[in-house]
């Protein structure tokens, strides 16, 4: 596995991540996301694109079938926590294998993990316990 890595014709960040100065709201395909070639404007992206940081992009130990394209969800820390953003279209995405195995192997080890879906969060742990979904 190489740790030069690219989004290629992933996107999930262009449908799940709102982008205010665009008025896109999350949950959304933005409207310069083009499926076989990304982003139109990726070179001149508002900052809050650009400032953006793919946790899939960022952990080359993650194998490919964690890019969020293939998973169904984006990984992304805010805070030293772990935001899973799950595709509405594939609810259940991040309770495959090896998914949440390894989402809740990272949280019993001390990390906080958060699972996004639509307007629901949950906090792994043990328990589980809900927390309020607040997107920018």
Request: charged residues 25%; proline residues 10%.
């Amino acid at each position: 596995m190489t740790s030069e890595r690219s989004c290629g014709e992933c996107g999930m960040c262009c449908k799940l991540l709102s982008a205010p100065s665009l008025d896109k709201p999350p949950r959304k395909w933005c409207v310069h996301f083009r499926r076989r070639s990304g982003c139109d404007i990726y070179a001149d992206r508002p900052p809050e694109c650009r400032g953006f940081n793919c946790g899939w992009l960022l952990t080359p130990s993650l194998p490919d079938n964690w890019r969020p394209d293939r998973c169904g969800f984006l990984l992304h820390q805010d805070e030293g926590r772990i935001i899973v953003e799950v595709d509405p279209s594939t609810p259940q995405a991040w309770k495959k294998v090896p998914y949440q195995a390894t989402l809740r192997g990272w949280a019993a080890a001390g990390t906080e993990v958060v699972v996004l879906i639509s307007d629901k969060g949950l906090r792994l742990g043990t328990p589980d316990q809900p927390v309020k979904a607040t997107r920018t």
